[in-house]
């Protein structure tokens, strides 16, 4: 009876042991290993690349932020893709949480994120211009003194926009006149808020004439992927602003500036003190004219450039240009752009709006550049103020910045 007792509890233990053995494999057959650094130090203002471990073609992936020291708000999704792209703008310890499914399978990881403050304050302004190229207009000049080079244009426009508060404009003459700008750190892209505020012309009130109404400008942004400190050609994005899928907006519109070859005689008007001939225009819809100039003026075609005809090829908007009484030619009604654009009524931007060539959404984690172009072609007949809606533009500003480094009141 003994012996019987003894071979039962046996049994009894190997099929305990069996059944644990299967339940462990059956578990552990249903987990997804997760290779995830456990740790990361990044300073604020920086792109940080938190990458996993491929869970295969298909898994599905769920990054939750389940630490947050700013404020505090905690179990926000953050992400859905293998990796995750974290750019931090205030110092303290982030935790973020992976959950990955596929095939009914599962699988949890975390890493924490200390965040130290930027060594120096960053200035929230430009603080670099790459090129400046005023298509011909009236105000081209209007920076340019004699024997400066392109350099030296380019060094005084920065002074103008490098300090907004000083309220200088910089013309950018015609269409397709255009500056790229640079800031000294990235603008982060921070959902569902704008990112930077662009400073131009007087657009507060729209339905009153103006002698010199400003025109809109199409916004292109950068984020240096090499970190080599450029605008590189195939890193620019378009903002895409409130005109950007109306029927009015041209695609492709093409621009071609003449000047005059030097000697050669402008024909000028008997009556009037203008010469009529000065900087000829053709454009893609077939329409040829010059832009006349009050004589003795600057010259309209940049006096830096060393060519004598220049193109220009882009997006062209519709502002409703249009006399503010008939006959008159010197005050002008214009529709500006509700948001998107240098000169739109709303003048912040969310990075968000970026697109690619083919509409897609950019999906950029910051911007460090911005080029501005004049979108607009107005042929003004013997308007004197001013030869085509110019674009003017007076900087950016980076809107985080300026809310942590308390500057002044800024409203998103």
């Known amino acids: ?14 099929f305990a042991f069996i059944g644990c053995s299967s339940d462990d494999k059956d578990e552990n057959a249903n987990l997804i290993a997760i290779t995830l650094q456990e740790k990361y130090e990044t300073p604020t203002f920086t792109v940080l690349d938190i990458t ?44 973020f949480t992976l ?15 200390n965040v130290t403050n930027e060594a120096t304050n960053f200035n929230p302004y430009i603080t670099r211009i790459f090129d400046f190229d005023p298509a011909p207009g009236m105000l081209a000049n209007d ?30 003459g015609g269409f397709g006149g255009s500056i790229v700008v640079g800031f000294d750190h990235t603008v982060v892209n921070v959902s569902g808020t704008s990112d ?16 010199n109404p400003p025109a809109p400008g199409l916004i292109f942004v950068a984020y240096d992927r090499n970190k080599n400190g450029k605008p590189d050609a195939d890193e620019w994005y ?47 819809k077939g329409e040829k004219y010059y832009l006349p100039r009050p004589r003795g003026k600057k010259e309209f075609y940049p006096l830096w450039a060393t060519q004598i005809s220049v193109s220009y090829e882009g997006l062209k908007l519709d502002v409703d240009f249009k006399t503010a009484r008939a006959g008159q030619t010197t005050l002008w009604y214009s529709t500006p752009p509700e948001w998107g654009y240098v000169n739109a009524i709303n003048p912040n931007i969310d990075i968000d709006w970026a697109v690619d060539k083919n509409g897609n ?4 984690p910051g911007i460090d550049f911005i080029k501005v172009v004049n979108c607009v072609s107005e042929p003004m007949g013997l308007c004197q103020q001013q030869s085509s809606m110019a674009t003017v533009f007076a900087g950016a500003a980076d809107l985080h910045i300026l809310q942590k480094y308390n500057l002044k009141k800024v409203n998103n």
């Open 1 to 14: 009876m003994k012996k019987n007792v003894t071979q039962f509890l046996l049994l009894a233990f190997a």
């Open 52 to 95: 996993a471990s491929d869970a295969g073609a298909t898994a599905k992936y769920e990054w939750i932020m389940s630490k947050n020291p700013v404020n505090k708000v905690t179990d926000s999704i953050v992400g859905n893709t293998k990796d995750l792209r974290f750019t931090p703008i205030y110092a303290g310890s982030y935790e």
């Open 99 to 113: 959950n990955v499914t596929a095939d009914n399978k599962k699988g949890t990881k975390s890493t924490i994120v």
């Open 143 to 172: 920076i340019y003194k004699d024997g400066n080079t392109k350099e030296a244009v380019v060094k005084t426009a920065l002074g103008r926009i490098s300090e907004t508060n000083v309220g200088y404009l910089l013309d950018l």
């Open 196 to 211: 930077f505020r662009v400073y131009g012309g007087d657009v507060t009130n729209p339905t009153g004439a103006k002698a």
């Open 238 to 284: 378009e903002i895409a602003g409130s005109q950007h899928a109306k029927s009015t907006t041209v695609k492709d519109f093409k621009i071609t500036y003449k000047k005059k070859a030097a000697g050669e005689p402008l024909v000028t008007s008997s009556a009037l003190w203008t010469d009529y001939e000065h900087v000829y225009c053709e454009n893609s």
């Open 361 to 364: 959404k950019a999906n950029l």
